[in-house]
């Protein structure tokens, strides 16, 4: 028994944020699923357009997606309006990332869909919020939950040009706000018997991330400026580069400042007066970088591992995306998890949420282009003539391979 076993979701939201917070509670055992439009979820090109890595699989699909039933129905069309209410009325949880004007065009509106269904919960996810002049304007990752926030224009070096991010770390990100406040809803309607609305967006979950930069601003606090790695503010704090060419992220705290200093090579700098303290580093942060850069650019990352690890020095390796999926602490805290159904993908990631003692569903492949139609209309009550007369008036497309056979 999972979690959310019996629970029934409704996730008629599109790349990424929706979709992505209902994979964390198909992970849990929810019932998902998934309705597409006509031309289907743009995820399904992510993995093939640049920068997103070139492979075989459709990786990014599955990883969004997987552990879902999918459906393919043109909402636009009144048989299409007759399978949504069936479908919001079978669902506990409903999940829409359709913009304000558009989703109630579609009966995908809260007031519609709580009229039919008075006990679901409603989630919704947006560019920039419910209310305020940019309410409708479209929003992604990159331009909502990175740029809008001020994340981006911190998250660079001074003199370097805005970067662009990992494509969708915006969106799953926010999809773990998204998830949270469905779960909270849940709680909400087993207190009341009520059903709500509840929803997050992008610009909340990145001003959320920026929040130590943003509440410093709010608090009328002076900004030390953009990142320097050859003169930080805090020496202590900075990526540094190995003879072998591996950057690592140097995290020390001023207790550990004279274990560091010894296990560099110079137990001496403590007692200079230029860096006794984090205010006299900060003053001298050029010099300190200097002799620091030096000393871990004379011996390969092997060594520093092995002499930081015995000084208790924090640190953080800079892996690459391959490094990282080969790395085995992955494995062994199953954040990569075995991927069932895809021959050239056989793990995916898996959503960030553990319930210690519980295990989540086994990952299976996301699913083809309205590859259930025909099973989940059978459940809600259409006939097989009523289903062939959806699919010869374009409610739903011809039968897949799998409805087929």
Not at 38 to 67: E, M
Not at 114 to 143: E, I, Q
Request: net charge negative; charged share 20%.
């Amino acid at each position: 028994m999972t979690v959310f076993s019996g629970l029934k979701v409704l996730d008629a939201a599109s790349f990424i944020a929706g979709p992505a917070a209902a994979t964390v509670l198909a992970d849990f055992g929810a019932d998902v699923i998934k309705v597409e439009p006509p031309a289907g979820d743009l995820q399904r090109v992510l993995s093939s357009v640049p920068p997103s890595p070139r492979a075989h699989a459709n990786y990014s699909w599955h990883l969004a997606n997987h552990n879902k039933r999918g459906m393919c129905i043109d909402l636009k069309s009144p048989g299409g309006t007759t399978i949504l209410q069936r479908l919001v009325e079978w669902a506990d949880v409903v999940i829409t990332n359709a913009p304000h004007g558009a989703r109630e065009e579609l009966h995908l509106g809260y007031e519609q869909v709580s009229a039919w269904n008075p006990r679901v919960v409603y989630a919704d996810v947006t560019g920039f919020g419910d209310a305020g002049p940019d309410a409708k304007l479209p929003g992604f990752d990159l331009t909502a939950y990175w740029s809008r926030s001020g994340l981006l224009s911190s998250t660079r070096d001074a003199g370097a040009p805005p970067t662009v991010p990992v494509p969708g770390s915006g969106d799953y990100a926010s999809a773990i706000g998204l998830y949270a406040a469905i779960v909270t809803a849940i709680y909400h309607r087993e207190r009341t018997g009520k059903g709500t609305s509840v929803g997050t967006s992008l610009l909340a979950g990145g001003v959320w991330a920026a929040g130590t930069f943003v509440t410093g601003a709010l608090a009328g606090g002076r900004s030390y400026g953009l990142h320097n790695p050859n003169a930080p503010t805090n020496p202590l704090i900075n990526p540094y580069q190995s003879s072998d060419g591996r950057w690592f992220m140097l995290v020390a705290s001023p207790p550990h400042w004279p274990g560091l200093a010894k296990a560099v090579g110079h137990p001496e700098l403590p007692a200079d007066p230029r860096f006794a303290d984090a205010h006299a580093m900060a003053k001298h942060s050029a010099e300190l970088t200097d002799l620091l850069d030096a000393a871990f650019r004379s011996q390969s990352l092997a060594h520093w591992q092995d002499v930081l690890d015995r000084a208790h020095i924090t640190y953080g390796v800079i892996q690459t995306p391959e490094e990282v999926a080969a790395d085995p602490q992955l494995r062994a805290n199953e954040m990569v998890v075995p991927l069932d159904g895809v021959g050239e993908l056989a793990e995916t990631v898996s959503s960030p949420v553990t319930v210690r003692g519980l295990t989540k569903a086994r990952a299976t492949r996301a699913p083809e282009l309205g590859e259930h139609n025909d099973e989940v209309l059978g459940e809600l009550g259409f006939s097989s003539a009523e289903i062939a007369r959806l699919r010869t008036t374009g409610v739903i497309p011809a039968a897949t391979k799998q409805e087929a056979a």
